[in-house]
Protein backbone atom coordinates (compact mmCIF):
# COMPACT_ATOMS: atom_id res chain seq x y z
CA UNK A 1 0.00 0.00 0.00
CA UNK A 2 1.25 3.83 -0.43
CA UNK A 3 -0.06 6.58 1.03
CA UNK A 4 -2.40 9.26 -0.88
CA UNK A 5 0.80 11.75 -1.68
CA UNK A 6 3.65 8.99 -2.03
CA UNK A 7 5.25 5.69 -1.43
CA UNK A 8 7.12 5.32 1.77
CA UNK A 9 9.91 5.65 0.45
CA UNK A 10 9.56 8.98 -1.24
CA UNK A 11 7.42 10.71 2.00
CA UNK A 12 10.34 9.36 4.29
CA UNK A 13 13.16 11.22 2.29
CA UNK A 14 10.93 14.37 2.27
CA UNK A 15 10.45 14.28 5.85
CA UNK A 16 14.38 13.55 6.15
CA UNK A 17 14.74 16.80 3.96
CA UNK A 18 12.56 18.96 5.40
CA UNK A 19 11.10 17.67 8.89
CA UNK A 20 11.99 18.54 12.43
CA UNK A 21 10.60 15.94 14.43
CA UNK A 22 10.20 15.61 18.13
CA UNK A 23 13.27 15.20 19.78
CA UNK A 24 15.05 13.28 17.10
CA UNK A 25 17.65 14.40 14.69
CA UNK A 26 17.51 13.26 10.78
CA UNK A 27 20.60 11.73 10.20
CA UNK A 28 19.42 8.63 12.63
CA UNK A 29 16.19 8.46 11.65
CA UNK A 30 17.76 8.10 8.10
CA UNK A 31 20.03 5.20 9.07
CA UNK A 32 16.74 3.85 11.18
CA UNK A 33 14.64 4.20 8.36
CA UNK A 34 12.52 6.39 10.01
CA UNK A 35 10.25 8.50 10.84
CA UNK A 36 7.33 5.80 10.62
CA UNK A 37 4.72 7.09 9.34
CA UNK A 38 0.66 5.98 9.72
CA UNK A 39 -2.05 6.67 8.03
CA UNK A 40 -5.04 5.16 9.65
CA UNK A 41 -5.85 3.73 13.13
CA UNK A 42 -8.60 1.77 15.36
CA UNK A 43 -8.72 1.35 18.81
CA UNK A 44 -4.98 0.73 19.96
CA UNK A 45 -3.91 -0.41 16.50
CA UNK A 46 -2.70 1.69 14.06
CA UNK A 47 -1.33 0.90 9.94
CA UNK A 48 1.73 2.82 8.50
CA UNK A 49 2.30 3.26 4.78
CA UNK A 50 3.42 -0.23 4.08
CA UNK A 51 -0.06 -1.82 5.48
CA UNK A 52 1.50 -3.03 8.49
CA UNK A 53 -0.21 -3.03 11.44
CA UNK A 54 1.62 -2.07 14.62
CA UNK A 55 0.20 -1.82 18.60
CA UNK A 56 0.39 1.80 19.85
CA UNK A 57 0.61 0.93 23.42
CA UNK A 58 0.71 4.20 24.84
CA UNK A 59 -1.40 5.82 22.49
CA UNK A 60 0.27 8.77 21.28
CA UNK A 61 1.67 10.65 24.32
CA UNK A 62 -0.43 8.67 26.90
CA UNK A 63 -2.93 10.79 25.00
CA UNK A 64 -5.05 8.92 22.99
CA UNK A 65 -7.56 8.32 25.84
CA UNK A 66 -10.31 6.88 23.80
CA UNK A 67 -8.27 5.29 21.55
CA UNK A 68 -8.42 5.24 17.17
CA UNK A 69 -10.73 5.91 14.69
CA UNK A 70 -13.47 7.30 16.52
CA UNK A 71 -15.55 8.79 13.55
CA UNK A 72 -18.15 10.50 15.93
CA UNK A 73 -15.35 13.20 17.04
CA UNK A 74 -14.60 13.82 13.52
CA UNK A 75 -18.18 14.49 12.88
CA UNK A 76 -17.98 16.88 16.01
CA UNK A 77 -15.31 19.10 14.90
CA UNK A 78 -15.98 18.54 11.17
CA UNK A 79 -19.98 20.31 11.63
CA UNK A 80 -18.77 22.97 13.71
CA UNK A 81 -16.43 23.60 11.12
CA UNK A 82 -19.05 23.77 8.87
CA UNK A 83 -21.14 26.15 10.76
CA UNK A 84 -18.24 28.88 12.04
CA UNK A 85 -14.60 28.02 12.04
CA UNK A 86 -13.67 30.44 14.20
CA UNK A 87 -14.33 33.17 16.29
CA UNK A 88 -14.42 37.42 16.15
CA UNK A 89 -12.03 38.84 18.21
CA UNK A 90 -12.84 39.28 21.90
CA UNK A 91 -16.36 37.08 21.56
CA UNK A 92 -17.01 33.44 22.92
CA UNK A 93 -18.34 30.10 21.06
CA UNK A 94 -21.39 27.83 21.94
CA UNK A 95 -18.79 24.53 22.34
CA UNK A 96 -15.98 26.86 24.35
CA UNK A 97 -18.72 28.05 26.37
CA UNK A 98 -20.14 24.44 26.93
CA UNK A 99 -16.73 23.07 27.45
CA UNK A 100 -15.68 25.24 29.99
CA UNK A 101 -19.38 24.49 32.17
CA UNK A 102 -18.42 20.76 31.35
CA UNK A 103 -15.19 21.00 32.98
CA UNK A 104 -16.63 23.08 36.22
CA UNK A 105 -19.25 20.43 36.18
CA UNK A 106 -16.58 17.24 36.32
CA UNK A 107 -13.58 18.76 38.38
CA UNK A 108 -13.17 18.22 41.84
CA UNK A 109 -14.20 21.08 44.33
CA UNK A 110 -14.85 24.54 43.53
CA UNK A 111 -12.85 24.52 40.33
CA UNK A 112 -15.14 26.50 38.10
CA UNK A 113 -13.31 28.71 36.00
CA UNK A 114 -11.42 27.23 32.93
CA UNK A 115 -9.01 29.28 30.99
CA UNK A 116 -9.08 26.97 27.57
CA UNK A 117 -5.91 26.46 25.87
CA UNK A 118 -3.90 24.31 23.19
CA UNK A 119 -2.03 21.77 24.85
CA UNK A 120 -0.65 20.82 27.99
CA UNK A 121 2.73 23.37 27.87
CA UNK A 122 0.25 26.17 27.43
CA UNK A 123 -2.18 25.11 30.13
CA UNK A 124 0.81 25.26 32.85
CA UNK A 125 2.28 28.08 31.17
CA UNK A 126 -1.16 29.96 32.06
CA UNK A 127 -1.13 28.22 35.51
CA UNK A 128 2.16 29.86 36.51
CA UNK A 129 1.06 33.30 35.19
CA UNK A 130 -1.99 32.68 37.26
CA UNK A 131 -0.55 31.71 40.39
CA UNK A 132 1.96 34.43 40.65
CA UNK A 133 -0.62 37.06 39.33
CA UNK A 134 -2.64 35.69 42.12
CA UNK A 135 -0.11 36.00 44.41
CA UNK A 136 0.32 40.23 43.73
CA UNK A 137 -3.42 40.86 43.60
CA UNK A 138 -3.28 39.54 47.07
CA UNK A 139 -1.08 42.01 47.82
CA UNK A 140 2.34 39.25 47.88
CA UNK A 141 4.35 41.02 45.39
CA UNK A 142 7.56 38.71 46.81
CA UNK A 143 5.50 35.40 45.61
CA UNK A 144 7.15 34.40 42.04
CA UNK A 145 8.86 30.95 43.20
CA UNK A 146 7.62 27.72 41.79
CA UNK A 147 8.34 24.24 43.73
CA UNK A 148 8.22 21.91 41.57
CA UNK A 149 9.86 18.05 41.69
CA UNK A 150 12.93 16.48 40.07
CA UNK A 151 12.13 14.27 37.82
CA UNK A 152 8.62 15.51 36.76
CA UNK A 153 7.95 17.24 33.23
CA UNK A 154 5.75 19.95 32.93
CA UNK A 155 5.99 21.13 29.26
CA UNK A 156 8.43 22.35 26.31
CA UNK A 157 7.76 26.29 26.30
CA UNK A 158 10.05 28.84 28.02
CA UNK A 159 8.50 29.11 31.57
CA UNK A 160 7.43 25.86 32.08
CA UNK A 161 10.34 24.12 30.60
CA UNK A 162 12.64 24.59 33.69
CA UNK A 163 9.66 23.37 36.33
CA UNK A 164 10.68 19.61 37.12
CA UNK A 165 13.65 17.66 35.47
CA UNK A 166 14.14 14.80 33.07
CA UNK A 167 17.43 13.54 33.05
CA UNK A 168 17.33 12.16 29.62
CA UNK A 169 16.21 15.41 28.36
CA UNK A 170 19.21 17.83 29.83
CA UNK A 171 18.17 21.71 29.25
CA UNK A 172 21.38 23.13 29.02
CA UNK A 173 20.84 24.39 25.65
CA UNK A 174 18.11 26.89 26.81
CA UNK A 175 19.92 27.97 29.78
CA UNK A 176 19.74 30.95 31.76
CA UNK A 177 16.33 29.53 33.62
CA UNK A 178 14.17 31.68 34.83
CA UNK A 179 14.46 32.86 38.23
CA UNK A 180 12.53 31.00 40.90
CA UNK A 181 12.60 27.45 40.27
CA UNK A 182 12.96 25.79 43.20
CA UNK A 183 13.48 21.85 43.00
CA UNK A 184 11.96 19.09 45.40
CA UNK A 185 12.45 15.35 45.59
CA UNK A 186 10.05 12.77 44.00
CA UNK A 187 8.29 10.47 46.41
CA UNK A 188 8.90 7.30 44.33
CA UNK A 189 9.20 4.73 47.37
CA UNK A 190 11.52 2.84 45.12
CA UNK A 191 14.22 5.08 44.38
CA UNK A 192 13.83 7.20 47.50
CA UNK A 193 16.23 10.11 47.46
CA UNK A 194 15.61 10.62 51.01
CA UNK A 195 16.41 7.33 52.00
CA UNK A 196 13.03 6.13 53.12
CA UNK A 197 12.50 2.14 53.86
CA UNK A 198 8.86 2.48 52.98
CA UNK A 199 5.97 3.96 50.69
CA UNK A 200 4.76 6.12 53.76
CA UNK A 201 7.95 6.96 55.13
CA UNK A 202 9.21 8.40 51.93
CA UNK A 203 5.59 10.56 51.06
CA UNK A 204 5.95 11.99 54.68
CA UNK A 205 9.43 12.84 53.91
CA UNK A 206 9.15 14.53 50.17
CA UNK A 207 6.03 16.15 51.64
CA UNK A 208 8.14 17.73 54.48
CA UNK A 209 11.06 18.53 52.16
CA UNK A 210 8.74 20.78 50.31
CA UNK A 211 7.92 22.59 53.47
CA UNK A 212 11.81 22.77 54.24
CA UNK A 213 11.67 24.66 50.93
CA UNK A 214 8.96 26.90 51.55
CA UNK A 215 10.80 27.93 54.94
CA UNK A 216 14.44 28.23 53.53
CA UNK A 217 13.13 30.18 50.84
CA UNK A 218 10.82 32.19 52.95
CA UNK A 219 7.21 31.69 52.44
CA UNK A 220 6.87 35.19 51.46
CA UNK A 221 8.82 34.51 47.81
CA UNK A 222 6.55 31.52 47.06
CA UNK A 223 4.00 31.72 44.53
CA UNK A 224 3.05 28.15 44.28
CA UNK A 225 3.65 23.95 44.02
CA UNK A 226 3.25 22.30 40.88
CA UNK A 227 2.96 18.31 41.20
CA UNK A 228 1.33 15.71 39.01
CA UNK A 229 -0.47 13.77 41.11
CA UNK A 230 1.26 10.41 39.66
CA UNK A 231 4.33 11.20 38.55
CA UNK A 232 5.06 9.63 34.72
CA UNK A 233 8.44 11.04 34.14
CA UNK A 234 10.35 8.59 37.03
CA UNK A 235 7.67 5.76 35.49
CA UNK A 236 4.54 6.00 37.29
CA UNK A 237 5.01 7.18 40.57
CA UNK A 238 1.90 7.32 42.62
CA UNK A 239 3.12 8.03 46.52
CA UNK A 240 0.82 7.03 49.04
CA UNK A 241 -2.05 9.40 50.13
CA UNK A 242 -0.16 11.03 52.64
CA UNK A 243 1.57 13.03 50.31
CA UNK A 244 -1.33 14.33 48.81
CA UNK A 245 -3.25 15.62 52.28
CA UNK A 246 -0.10 16.75 53.77
CA UNK A 247 0.92 18.91 50.79
CA UNK A 248 -2.46 20.59 50.40
CA UNK A 249 -1.58 20.89 54.03
CA UNK A 250 1.25 22.38 53.62
CA UNK A 251 0.82 24.92 51.12
CA UNK A 252 -2.50 26.27 52.62
CA UNK A 253 -0.68 27.14 56.07
CA UNK A 254 1.65 29.08 53.93
CA UNK A 255 -0.58 30.49 51.62
CA UNK A 256 1.25 28.53 48.61
CA UNK A 257 -0.75 27.55 45.89
CA UNK A 258 -1.33 23.90 45.01
CA UNK A 259 -1.09 23.48 41.11
CA UNK A 260 -2.19 19.65 40.17
CA UNK A 261 -0.56 18.74 36.55
CA UNK A 262 -3.44 16.69 35.00
CA UNK A 263 -2.05 16.73 31.65
CA UNK A 264 -1.37 13.06 31.59
CA UNK A 265 -3.49 11.59 34.52
CA UNK A 266 -6.72 13.33 33.27
CA UNK A 267 -9.92 11.94 31.88
CA UNK A 268 -9.30 8.78 33.42
CA UNK A 269 -6.20 7.20 33.05
CA UNK A 270 -5.42 6.29 36.75
CA UNK A 271 -8.97 4.38 36.83
CA UNK A 272 -10.69 7.49 38.16
CA UNK A 273 -11.97 10.62 36.23
CA UNK A 274 -8.99 12.83 37.95
CA UNK A 275 -6.22 11.09 39.56
CA UNK A 276 -6.44 13.89 42.27
CA UNK A 277 -10.19 12.22 43.30
CA UNK A 278 -7.78 9.04 44.57
CA UNK A 279 -6.46 11.18 47.61
CA UNK A 280 -9.76 13.40 47.77
CA UNK A 281 -7.87 16.58 47.82
CA UNK A 282 -8.62 19.82 45.81
CA UNK A 283 -6.07 21.84 44.72
CA UNK A 284 -6.41 25.69 43.54
CA UNK A 285 -5.32 25.23 40.42
CA UNK A 286 -5.72 22.28 37.98
CA UNK A 287 -4.22 21.58 34.17
CA UNK A 288 -5.49 19.37 31.87
CA UNK A 289 -4.84 18.46 28.34
CA UNK A 290 -3.69 15.28 26.11
CA UNK A 291 -6.90 12.69 27.03
CA UNK A 292 -9.46 15.67 26.96
CA UNK A 293 -9.95 15.49 23.08
CA UNK A 294 -8.14 11.73 22.94
CA UNK A 295 -5.34 14.29 20.69
CA UNK A 296 -8.24 14.35 18.25
CA UNK A 297 -7.54 17.71 18.03
CA UNK A 298 -5.29 20.40 20.32
CA UNK A 299 -6.96 21.19 23.56
CA UNK A 300 -6.14 21.75 26.91
CA UNK A 301 -7.50 24.35 30.21
CA UNK A 302 -6.24 25.62 33.09
CA UNK A 303 -8.82 25.14 35.49
CA UNK A 304 -9.04 27.60 38.99
CA UNK A 305 -10.98 27.63 42.01
CA UNK A 306 -13.84 30.12 42.73
CA UNK A 307 -11.52 31.79 45.20
CA UNK A 308 -8.14 31.94 42.91
CA UNK A 309 -10.63 33.39 39.81
CA UNK A 310 -12.40 35.64 41.75
CA UNK A 311 -9.01 37.82 41.56
CA UNK A 312 -9.33 38.17 38.31
CA UNK A 313 -13.00 39.37 37.77
CA UNK A 314 -13.70 43.07 38.24
CA UNK A 315 -12.99 45.72 35.80
CA UNK A 316 -9.38 46.27 35.46
CA UNK A 317 -8.00 42.94 37.09
CA UNK A 318 -8.55 40.63 34.03
CA UNK A 319 -6.16 38.13 33.35
CA UNK A 320 -3.63 39.61 30.66
CA UNK A 321 -3.56 36.49 28.71
CA UNK A 322 -4.08 35.03 24.85
CA UNK A 323 -3.47 32.48 22.29
CA UNK A 324 -4.80 32.56 18.93
CA UNK A 325 -5.74 29.35 19.37
CA UNK A 326 -7.15 29.26 23.03
CA UNK A 327 -11.04 28.50 22.95
CA UNK A 328 -11.12 27.10 19.16
CA UNK A 329 -14.39 26.07 18.62
CA UNK A 330 -13.79 22.69 16.54
CA UNK A 331 -11.39 21.45 19.21
CA UNK A 332 -13.68 22.18 22.07
CA UNK A 333 -16.49 20.16 20.21
CA UNK A 334 -13.91 17.27 19.35
CA UNK A 335 -13.52 17.44 23.40
CA UNK A 336 -17.16 17.43 24.70
CA UNK A 337 -18.06 14.54 22.03
CA UNK A 338 -14.77 12.63 23.71
CA UNK A 339 -15.74 13.39 27.38
CA UNK A 340 -19.18 12.13 26.58
CA UNK A 341 -18.28 8.93 24.63
CA UNK A 342 -15.64 8.29 27.50
CA UNK A 343 -18.62 8.78 30.11
CA UNK A 344 -20.79 6.36 28.05
CA UNK A 345 -19.00 3.54 27.11
CA UNK A 346 -17.68 3.51 31.00
CA UNK A 347 -13.83 3.83 29.92
CA UNK A 348 -12.87 4.87 33.29
CA UNK A 349 -14.21 2.15 34.90
CA UNK A 350 -12.35 0.43 32.09
CA UNK A 351 -8.96 1.66 33.19
CA UNK A 352 -9.83 0.82 36.74
CA UNK A 353 -10.07 -3.15 36.13
CA UNK A 354 -8.41 -3.66 33.20
CA UNK A 355 -5.30 -1.54 35.09
CA UNK A 356 -5.79 -4.44 37.35
CA UNK A 357 -5.76 -6.78 35.63
CA UNK A 358 -2.41 -5.10 33.47
CA UNK A 359 -0.74 -4.91 37.04
CA UNK A 360 -1.23 -8.67 37.69
CA UNK A 361 0.31 -9.28 34.67
CA UNK A 362 3.32 -7.03 34.92
CA UNK A 363 3.99 -8.46 38.49
CA UNK A 364 3.87 -11.93 37.35
CA UNK A 365 6.42 -11.01 34.46
CA UNK A 366 8.37 -9.48 37.10
CA UNK A 367 9.06 -13.39 38.36
CA UNK A 368 10.24 -14.21 35.24
CA UNK A 369 12.43 -11.56 34.92
CA UNK A 370 14.98 -10.35 37.14
CA UNK A 371 16.03 -7.50 34.85
CA UNK A 372 12.52 -5.82 36.59
CA UNK A 373 13.42 -4.19 39.94
CA UNK A 374 9.97 -2.74 40.28
CA UNK A 375 6.66 -2.85 38.50
CA UNK A 376 4.62 0.52 39.95
CA UNK A 377 1.30 2.80 39.36
CA UNK A 378 -2.12 3.08 38.98
CA UNK A 379 -4.90 1.58 36.07
CA UNK A 380 -3.76 2.51 32.99
CA UNK A 381 -0.49 4.21 34.47
CA UNK A 382 2.17 1.80 35.15
CA UNK A 383 5.90 1.27 34.41
CA UNK A 384 8.65 -1.19 34.80
CA UNK A 385 11.98 -0.14 36.56
CA UNK A 386 15.15 -2.04 35.14
CA UNK A 387 17.93 -2.98 37.10
CA UNK A 388 20.68 -4.53 36.72
CA UNK A 389 21.07 -5.73 40.30
CA UNK A 390 17.79 -6.74 42.32
CA UNK A 391 19.39 -6.27 45.32
CA UNK A 392 20.93 -2.82 44.89
CA UNK A 393 18.38 -1.45 42.39
CA UNK A 394 21.80 -0.52 40.08
CA UNK A 395 20.65 0.53 36.67
CA UNK A 396 22.66 -0.66 33.54
CA UNK A 397 25.77 1.93 32.57
CA UNK A 398 24.86 3.57 29.24
CA UNK A 399 27.83 1.54 27.60
CA UNK A 400 25.49 -1.30 28.05
CA UNK A 401 22.92 0.35 25.17
CA UNK A 402 19.69 -1.56 27.24
CA UNK A 403 17.74 1.16 25.90
CA UNK A 404 18.96 0.86 22.12
CA UNK A 405 18.60 -3.09 22.65
CA UNK A 406 15.13 -3.07 23.80
CA UNK A 407 14.02 -0.62 21.20
CA UNK A 408 15.15 -2.06 18.55
CA UNK A 409 13.34 -5.42 19.96
CA UNK A 410 9.77 -3.54 20.23
CA UNK A 411 10.48 -2.24 16.77
CA UNK A 412 10.98 -5.64 15.42
CA UNK A 413 7.24 -6.93 17.14
CA UNK A 414 5.47 -3.58 15.98
CA UNK A 415 5.20 -2.63 19.56
CA UNK A 416 5.06 1.29 19.86
CA UNK A 417 6.20 1.41 22.99
CA UNK A 418 10.16 2.45 24.05
CA UNK A 419 11.91 2.13 27.36
CA UNK A 420 13.47 5.39 28.23
CA UNK A 421 15.68 7.46 30.71
CA UNK A 422 17.90 4.44 30.86
CA UNK A 423 15.64 2.16 32.69
CA UNK A 424 12.26 2.91 32.58
CA UNK A 425 9.21 1.29 30.55
CA UNK A 426 6.26 3.11 31.03
CA UNK A 427 2.58 1.61 29.96
CA UNK A 428 -0.40 3.95 29.08
CA UNK A 429 -2.42 2.32 26.59
CA UNK A 430 -5.97 3.77 25.76
CA UNK A 431 -8.68 3.11 28.14
CA UNK A 432 -10.81 1.00 25.56
CA UNK A 433 -7.57 -1.51 25.56
CA UNK A 434 -8.65 -5.07 26.36
CA UNK A 435 -7.13 -8.12 28.45
CA UNK A 436 -6.45 -9.68 24.56
CA UNK A 437 -4.90 -6.69 23.82
CA UNK A 438 -2.58 -6.79 26.73
CA UNK A 439 -1.76 -10.40 26.69
CA UNK A 440 -0.53 -9.27 23.48
CA UNK A 441 1.31 -6.49 24.47
CA UNK A 442 2.80 -8.10 27.55
CA UNK A 443 3.99 -11.54 25.63
CA UNK A 444 5.62 -8.93 23.40
CA UNK A 445 7.85 -7.39 26.38
CA UNK A 446 8.13 -10.53 27.96
CA UNK A 447 9.76 -11.54 24.61
CA UNK A 448 11.86 -8.54 24.35
CA UNK A 449 13.33 -8.49 27.64
CA UNK A 450 14.31 -12.49 27.53
CA UNK A 451 16.33 -12.07 24.46
CA UNK A 452 17.93 -8.75 26.18
CA UNK A 453 18.52 -10.58 29.66
CA UNK A 454 20.59 -13.24 27.34
CA UNK A 455 22.19 -10.88 25.41
CA UNK A 456 23.52 -9.19 28.39
CA UNK A 457 24.44 -12.12 30.59
CA UNK A 458 26.09 -13.62 27.91
C1 LIG B 1 2.52 15.91 33.03
C2 LIG B 1 2.67 16.70 31.77
N1 LIG B 1 2.47 18.02 31.79
C3 LIG B 1 2.59 18.78 30.68
C4 LIG B 1 2.93 18.21 29.47
C5 LIG B 1 3.06 19.06 28.24
O1 LIG B 1 1.98 18.86 27.40
P1 LIG B 1 2.06 19.21 25.84
O2 LIG B 1 3.02 18.26 25.21
O3 LIG B 1 0.63 19.03 25.38
O4 LIG B 1 2.50 20.62 25.71
C6 LIG B 1 3.13 16.83 29.40
C7 LIG B 1 3.47 16.19 28.10
O5 LIG B 1 3.88 15.08 28.00
C8 LIG B 1 3.00 16.06 30.58
O6 LIG B 1 3.21 14.74 30.56
Known amino acids: MSSDSGTTEQLRQLAIDHLWQHNRDWESAARDQEPLIFVAGDGIRVTDTDGQTWIDVNGGYSSVNIGYGRTEIAEAAFEQLRQIPYFPQGSANPPTIKLAAKLAEL ?16 ANETALKVARAYQKRRGHDGRFRMISRRGSYHGAT ?21 PGMVYAPQPNAYRCELGSESPEECAVRCAQAIEDLIRFHGPETVAAVIAEPVSSGPGAVMPDPIYWTMLRDICTRHGVL ?16 FAMEHFGIVPDIMTIAKGIS ?27 HVFTF ?23 DN ?14 LQERHPIIGDVRGIGFMQALDLVADRETRAIYPEEAKLVERINARFKKQRLLIKAHSG ?34 DS
Open 423 to 456: HIINLSPPLCTTRDDLDEIVAGISQTLGEVEAEL
Open 294 to 320: SSYLPLGATLATDDVAAEFASAGKHLR
Open 258 to 273: LIADEVITGFGRTGKL
Open 158 to 178: GGVLFLGSVPSSPRTDYEPAP
Open 107 to 122: APGNLNRAFPVSGGSL
Open 351 to 364: AARTGEYLSEKLHE
Open 326 to 348: AGHPASAAAGLKNIELIQSEELV
